[in-house]
């Protein structure tokens, strides 16, 4: 073992200096035991011997050394010696381990080679994402997960649907190989099933050379709460609790289990901030979406003051000023589902600074205006709050979607099943979910679609059940529509762009008939201002008056009636419309149009 001026050190490891860190010398191993009589690692390099490389006290309750010898690609641990016990942990700060339950392993950051990688995520009002759950994306051989190499060869469809942005949800190391994600055993380790951290640096590469940005979900609000060396990591705990990295009182408590981290020890507030620039940093992440937000900034998540965790809010403050600093072109997206301005208001005006949240009241009165059975029961006054919901006067600071993988999972399903169980090939079904999937990409917001979503997938999302590609083929008229769609949504022709604008009028909410008919602008005019009619009912209404925001032809951009989407379709109102002068819904023109039933229809200027 050697000993080198500490100053040299810290110039040579970088900004954190925790973990293992590669040196020409050898690897550097720091980590923090407040509470350990000694540390020591061990490894493939020293035959697990704790006698052979005993760490050194630096202060604060750090332990390091340099380990001449050691390298890339070995597996080690931390030997930790209490007055009365000692044990093996795994790093904290380990980028990549064997498995769960294994051993950490020495990884070089600087050794992926990512040519040429300069990409930048489109402005957030260009943004489409598709959300993605890699271990059911794309699975290859029956049994087993998915992995970020069986993803990439599916980016070519996402490319040419039209995505710009996928989010992921969690990849960090996680109890067994079939997970949702948001159980982190080792937050900077990636999911070793998946690919490890070389897969997810080649997933972001293949990524952005598709042209799309790749978005991070990350777990801050509880970890584990299985296969965690975090818990008690050098012994000491109170009241039976976690240790050092988690709260030991009652506000350990979450719907997870008692493994919140402490937001108010320091040492704790830099590991989860060094998580989340780590992604930025070494993965080249274009943005993270924070989970369960409000467990994070409240013990009870119920709004009560008497339950804040001010230092909860602190620390998001904390790590969304400094991505603001340091990585201005990056978002963050926070799910806290309380439509809330203060969750994107810029923390400079006392918000917690997110770019953008999902939006409840997007997601459940859509989901309600769609899936319920009866037409009388559907209630436009709400889609009309839907669709004008915002944060800050800003379009943009709210994530739209039908579909998550927590609004068809836990005890929900995906929209079509919802409507016609066990049938969603159903003509009620496919019309109605198309309706919502238009509402998604024509309504002001950022709009987001689940994976499957296209492929008209039943029954709902679980970790054990894999995208069926079979149904690309089988419903590909539904994937038609989704991509048509989206290319509308981006503009891809020159004649839509009131799509991506900040502006909506609503024309009309009309209770009777079931239909809302919106205008949507960024300065308006020709190819910029979208008129949007949505018919909620079964009825197919032949000669529908309603005022448009100027006279002449409107041209036919889209209508979800046509039967190149599904043969079971009406095909229905398939032209384009002349607007005559002439006061009406306090516009100067009006049109007569045919609404098919259950469908939405997309009209622009030349």
């Known amino acids: 073992m050697k000993t080198i001026d500490n100053d040299v050190v810290e110039s040579e490891i970088g900004d954190y200096g925790m973990g293992a860190t590669c040196l020409p010398q050898g690897v550097y191993f720091k980590v923090w035991a407040p509470h350990a009589e000694a540390v020591a690692v061990v490894g493939s ?3 697990w011997n704790p006698d052979s490389h005993p760490l050194q006290p630096t202060g604060n309750g ?20 209490t007055a009365d016990n000692s044990f093996t942990k795994n790093d904290p700060y380990a980028a990549k381990v064997t498995n769960s339950v294994g051993n950490s392993v020495v990884y070089h950051q600087g050794h992926f080679d990512w040519e040429d990688d300069t990409f930048t995520i489109p402005a957030w009002h260009e943004l489409v994402i598709y959300e993605m759950h890699v271990g059911t994306f794309h699975v290859k051989e029956e ?10 060869e599916r980016l070519p469809y996402l490319k040419e649907m039209g995505f710009n942005a996928i989010e992921l949800m969690p990849c960090s190391e996680f109890a067994g190989d079939k997970s949702w994600g948001y159980n982190p055993s080792n937050l900077f380790a990636i999911e070793s099933d998946y690919g490890g951290p070389d897969g997810l640096k080649a ?3 293949a990524a952005h050379q ?39 009182d009652w506000k350990a408590e979450t719907p997870w289990g008692n493994t919140r981290p402490d937001y108010g020890r320091q040492e704790v507030r830099q590991y989860l901030f060094d998580n989340a620039m780590f992604w930025l940093e070494h993965y080249h992440i274009d943005g993270l979406r924070m989970d369960m937000v409000p467990y994070i900034r409240n013990v009870k998540a119920d709004g009560n003051p008497g339950n804040d965790i001010e230092d909860g809010i602190s620390l998001i403050r904390w790590i969304n000023g400094e991505i603001r600093s340091r990585f201005p072109n990056h978002i963050t997206i926070a799910e806290d589902m309380h439509a809330l301005d203060f969750i994107t208001q810029s923390t400079d005006g006392g918000g917690l600074g997110y770019g953008s949240q999902w939006d409840a009241t997007f997601v459940h009165n859509i989901r309600e205006a769609i899936i319920t059975q009866q037409d009388e029961d559907r209630n436009m006054e709400a889609v009309e709050r839907a669709i004008l919901q915002r944060y800050n006067d800003n379009a943009f600071e709210r994530i739209i979607y039908t579909e998550s993988h927590d609004e068809v999972a836990n005890g929900q399903a995906r929209v079509a099943e919802e409507i016609a169980v066990d049938d969603v090939n159903n003509w009620y079904s496919k019309k109605r979910a198309a309706l919502g999937v238009a509402l998604v990409l024509t309504c002001p917001g950022i709009p987001m679609i689940f994976q499957g979503q296209p492929l008209l997938e039943d029954r709902w999302f679980s970790d054990t059940d894999p995208l069926d590609w079979s149904r690309l083929e089988a419903f590909s008229g539904f994937v038609q529509l989704h991509k048509e769609l989206i290319h509308l949504r981006r503009n891809w022709f020159g004649v839509t762009k009131g799509l991506q604008g900040q502006h909506t009028d609503i024309i ?16 308006g005019g020709p190819k910029d201002s979208v008129v949007v009619a949505y018919n909620f009912s079964i009825s197919n209404y032949e000669d529908y008056k309603v005022g448009f ?25 398939r032209h384009d419309l002349e607007a005559w002068e002439g006061a009406y819904d306090a516009l100067p023109a009006y049109v007569s149009m045919n609404l098919p039933p259950y469908s939405a229809l997309i009209f622009s200027q030349e």
């Open 45 to 47: 390099f020293n035959e």
């Open 203 to 205: 997933f972001v590469k």
């Open 62 to 81: 750090h332990w390091e050394a340099l380990v001449d010898g050691a390298q890339e690609g070995d597996e080690y641990k931390f030997h930790i010696k």
């Open 210 to 248: 598709s042209g799309m940005a790749v978005i991070l979900d990350v777990v801050y609000n509880h970890l584990g709460p299985s296969d965690l060396d975090l818990w008690q990591f050098d012994g000491w705990n109170e009241n039976g609790q976690g240790g050092i990295y988690f709260y030991n």
């Open 549 to 573: 925001p100027a006279t002449g032809e409107w041209k036919l951009r889209f209508n979800s009636d046509e039967k190149k989407y599904d043969p079971h379709f009406n095909n229905i109102a």
């Open 143 to 152: 049994g087993r997960v998915g992995n970020f190499s069986s993803a990439i």
């Open 508 to 523: 009309r909410v009309d209770q009777d008939h079931k239909v809302v008919v919106i205008h949507r602008y960024s300065e």
